[in-house]
């Protein structure tokens, strides 16, 4: 089993910045691609970022240009790995709650999700 726990979420004006941190723990063995997703409102859940260990990126057209998605590994922590979503310029149609996802072969495991709320 893999436990994701996201962080970084809260409230930004029109134009503002936040950074998304999600640490992977557990059997972390066997990850192939870590990611973001969120989902507005009354919105279906929607891809918004993901990277594979071989540091392949793919965005959604929406936020190309704005978002960047990057990960590393806990120093220390040899047993953690962690994606992080750095989020710029943000618009109000970019809030949602925000859900990490990590891919394995023949399984994925999803975050309980991080609210992102931009308003004036």
């Known amino acids: 089993q893999v436990q994701l726990v996201e962080s970084g979420g809260g409230l930004v004006h029109p134009g503002g910045s936040l950074r998304l941190s999600c640490t992977a723990s557990g059997t972390i063995f066997g990850i192939i691609a870590m990611g973001w997703y969120r989902q507005a409102p009354g919105k279906q859940r929607e891809l918004v970022a993901t990277?594979?260990?071989?540091?392949?990126?793919?965005?959604?057209?929406?936020v190309k240009g704005r978002f960047t998605i990057s990960r590393g590994n806990a120093e220390n922590t040899g047993n953690l790995q962690t994606v992080f979503l750095q989020m710029n310029n943000l618009k109000v149609e970019d809030t949602a709650v925000y859900y990490c996802?990590?891919?394995?072969?023949?399984?994925?495991?999803w975050g309980k999700g991080t609210l992102v709320t931009v308003s004036s």
């Open positions: 990277m594979t260990n071989g540091s392949r990126t793919n965005y959604a057209d929406s």
């Open positions: 996802k990590a891919d394995r072969l023949f399984s994925d495991y």
